[in-house]
């Protein structure tokens, strides 16, 4: 007895030299200075997100260029912990924390072991202009978890961020980090739908709660044109897009980026059905709305698509929410499954 308590009482003098308590490897881990907190902060209500709330620019700052990003991660992550890491971009003319809603995977960090980033550009458009504040932000996270830690790191854009996804992850500085990319509405790897009818497209309102995107003609083209040629690196490549966002063709029925990783014919999973809306939507464009464009949030249903059986484990799906536009939040159900589908990728 007398030496089980002369060795308790060296183990706390060592921690204390040491400073760091006994307990320190099952303490929960704080990524920078950002303290978790359950909700997360600046988290919309159910309905009706306010203006205000959906602006914000983040929880966290990048040092280096002294621009706030919002980092969302679980409150009891632990040192060595491996995680998935997501650095998640809104489209044009939006912002952030609305990006954070639109794809509301913050409310999943915790169930799925997510680290989440979520930038901002100032111009409400993302350009070349950004590309130092978005790495700085990754070799934040990189070096806080440790990179052996990071199982996956995944690019997720929301149209204009879904091309800027396309852009950078052809540089040098993302192409030998990210093993998979989630296009919602941002452009398809291996042949894009064609168009819906965006003819009735309502002029910006001057509203305080922010729009979505640009309107997406020019925008839209532009990153067809880059679609064509497809980035040489190897990534994992789910889509996710609105039903009255493409013409009546639907969803082209193959993918050569399927084919690149000998991936078998397209299935049809179990439809993903939501009795719940979304967190967010353009309130700039009702009036008139636009089923292309997209309307009030509400329940909905979508269609799962997958290419199976590809080369390393690669994922290649692709999801069609119906009956829905371009800026409406996903609900619960299909964020979840794009979650499972990224998860599902073994590298």
């Known amino acids: 007895m007398k030496q089980s308590l002369q060795l308790t009482g060296l183990l706390a003098v060592?921690?204390?030299?040491?400073?760091?308590?006994?307990?320190?490897?099952?303490?929960?881990?704080?990524?920078?200075?950002v303290a978790c907190k359950t909700p997360p902060p600046s988290h919309c209500p159910d309905e009706k997100c306010p203006g205000e709330m959906v602006v914000e620019q983040g929880n966290a700052v990048e040092p280096k260029t002294g621009r706030k990003f919002f980092l969302d991660y679980p409150c009891d992550l632990k040192k060595g912990e491996k995680v998935t890491f997501i650095l998640s971009l809104h489209g044009g003319g939006s912002y952030g924390n609305w990006q954070r809603h639109y794809f509301p995977i913050l409310d999943y960090a915790k169930k799925y072991r997510l680290v989440i980033a979520t930038p901002n550009a100032p111009p409400r458009v993302w350009a070349q202009v950004d590309d130092e504040y978005l790495q700085n932000i990754v070799n934040l996270v990189y070096t806080q978890l440790g990179k052996q830690n990071i199982k996956a790191f995944w690019l997720v854009g929301h149209s204009q961020g879904g091309m800027t996804s396309n852009r950078i992850v052809r540089t040098d500085?993302?192409?030998?980090?990210?093993?998979?990319?989630?296009?919602?509405?941002?452009?398809?790897?291996?042949?894009?739908?064609?168009?819906?009818s965006f003819t009735n497209l309502a002029p910006r309102a001057?509203?305080?709660?922010?729009?979505?995107?640009?309107?997406?003609?020019?925008?839209?083209?532009?990153?067809?044109?880059?679609?064509?040629?497809p980035p040489a690196n190897d990534f994992?490549?789910?889509?996710?897009?609105?039903?009255?966002?493409?013409?009546?063709?639907?969803?082209?029925?193959?993918?050569?980026?399927?084919?690149?990783?000998?991936?078998?014919?397209?299935?049809?999973?179990?439809?993903?059905?939501d009795t719940k809306a979304g967190y967010v939507y353009d309130s700039t464009r009702q009036n008139p709305g636009s089923d292309a464009w997209g309307r009030l949030p509400r329940p909905g249903a979508?269609?799962?698509?997958?290419?199976?059986?590809?080369?390393?484990?690669?994922?290649?799906?692709?999801?069609?929410?119906?009956?829905?536009?371009?800026?409406?939040?996903?609900?619960?159900?299909?964020?979840?499954?794009l979650i499972q589908l990224m998860l599902s990728a073994k590298k």
């Open 236 to 273: 994992s490549f789910i889509f996710t897009t609105g039903q009255f966002e493409m013409d009546e063709k639907g969803l082209p029925e193959s993918s050569t980026w399927a084919a690149r990783y000998g991936c078998g014919p397209r299935v049809r999973k179990a439809d993903t059905a």
């Open 14 to 33: 060592t921690a204390l030299w040491t400073g760091v308590p006994a307990f320190a490897k099952k303490a929960p881990v704080q990524l920078g200075v």
């Open 302 to 337: 979508a269609q799962v698509f997958v290419y199976p059986s590809c080369k390393g484990g690669r994922v290649v799906a692709d999801v069609v929410r119906m009956n829905k536009g371009h800026t409406e939040g996903l609900e619960p159900h299909v964020s979840e499954q």
């Open 173 to 196: 500085f993302f192409k030998e980090k990210v093993t998979g990319w989630l296009s919602l509405s941002g452009g398809r790897l291996g042949g894009s739908p064609g168009r819906g």
């Open 206 to 229: 001057q509203a305080p709660t922010p729009g979505a995107g640009q309107p997406p003609a020019a925008g839209l083209a532009a990153a067809a044109a880059a679609l064509r040629e």
